[in-house]
């Protein structure tokens, strides 16, 4: 399917990169299961050599995902990791980089302790303050990065914003989208020069398939990072590309049932008495919450949320609820519940981005809402 802006998200998340197989005429892209392909001549071959660099499944991928961030070229990964890492083989040493104070545990342990030690540099800020963004800067700053909203801490930056400062800077500016999906967010057309999801997350959806994905608009960029998924070779494998693009068929209306189940859990758990703080994009308690308004096309499907009773009542309610599985990860159909310290987070522990050993962390899945609101009752009735 030719990209087309006319058409609407859902549209796209069931059509974009896809075509009719043209041997077969099977609907949904086959799973190329081949590691490589027969050639006309030695000098000459038919658009595929060898699947490290290529493979129709993955270009069928590759074509969805460009479609869904409204951008022109997009590139899978093995994991969202290994995106990451793509990108910052951009940056030589030297240079500077610029990151959020609130990343992912596994973004910070690759800057800090893999990155950083090949001699790039690094500086941690607060991304939703546009002053301490514009402070950070140095005369070597190549890359401003940041998530919005943060894991786990659900902070927003202004994407527009922080694009303006960069690119005054001579800066690109990385934005990890994973929470948003681009059902919900389109930091493209707010300036961003690139969008990086896991798309293990939200865009796969169903917890059973690992992956990453790099989209951008630059021609010359874009060439540089393809050269490097090739080189590098942390590709994902046909089958991993199949799943991913089944679970982007139903992205749209997915994650419509995570926003609304998400918006009434946090609402019972601003009520509940045993919770000391609720920290949502959806609640206008969150302190971006008119930024959430204007910059999201809903507040997602994460939660995140501290106790009256510390670390033991929150591991009591980690370990006590049915429904919501004490787990890793997050953006699938069912629930997950996790305390981000101990597990999704420990490579901070011991840094300035150190999290509350009392928050938890819950992925509101696309069940029943009051059949989850009624499994966090159960346990934090008894806190």
């Known amino acids: 399917m030719t990209q087309n802006p006319n058409y609407h998200l859902e549209t796209l998340a069931v059509h974009a990169g896809v075509e009719p197989d043209p041997t077969t005429g099977a609907v949904m892209t086959p799973i190329y299961q081949t590691s490589t392909y027969a050639q006309a001549d030695v000098a000459q071959h038919k658009g595929y050599d060898y699947s490290r660099t290529d493979n129709p499944t993955r270009t069928a991928l590759h074509g969805a995902l460009a479609a869904l961030e409204g951008g022109t070229y997009a590139l899978a990964f093995a994991s969202g990791m290994a995106a990451i890492d793509t990108i910052l083989r951009l940056i030589k040493p030297g240079q500077h980089v610029l990151s959020g104070n609130d990343v992912y545990g596994g973004t910070f342990r690759l800057f800090d302790k893999v990155l950083s030690g090949l001699g790039i540099e690094f500086t941690f800020a607060d991304t939703t303050d546009d002053t301490a963004v514009s402070a950070a800067i140095q005369p070597n700053t190549k890359l401003i990065w ?7 801490m659900l902070r927003l930056t202004d994407i527009a914003a922080i694009a303006q400062i960069a690119h005054v800077a001579g800066a690109w500016l990385g934005v990890d989208n994973t929470f948003a999906s681009p059902a919900l967010q389109s930091p493209l057309a707010l300036g961003a020069d690139f969008v990086v999801h896991s798309t293990t997350k939200y865009i796969g959806g169903h917890s059973d398939v690992v992956g990453g994905a790099i989209v951008l608009n630059d021609t010359a960029v874009y060439e540089q990072l393809k050269f490097l998924q090739n080189a590098i070779g942390a590709v994902p494998g046909p089958m991993d590309c199949f799943l991913t693009l089944r679970g982007i068929k139903t992205l749209a209306i997915r994650m419509a049932q995570h926003c609304r189940n998400a918006t009434q859990v946090a609402h019972f758990l601003a009520d509940h008495p045993a919770v000391a703080e609720v920290i949502y994009p959806g609640l206008e308690s969150h302190p971006q919450y008119e930024l959430a308004q204007r910059q999201m096309r809903g507040p997602g499907g994460m939660i995140s949320f ?22 890793e990860s997050l953006g699938g159909v069912e629930s997950l519940i996790e305390l981000p310290a101990p597990m999704t987070h420990a490579s901070v522990a011991d840094s300035p981005l150190a999290i509350d050993p009392g928050l938890v962390r819950v992925s509101v899945g696309i069940e029943n809402a009051q059949d989850l609101i009624n499994d966090l009752k159960q346990v934090l009735n008894r806190v």
């Open 146 to 152: 940041l998530e919005t909203p943060t894991n786990p």
């Open 306 to 327: 501290i106790l009256h009773g510390g670390e033991k009542a929150a591991r009591l309610v980690a370990r006590e609820t049915k429904l919501f599985t004490l787990a």
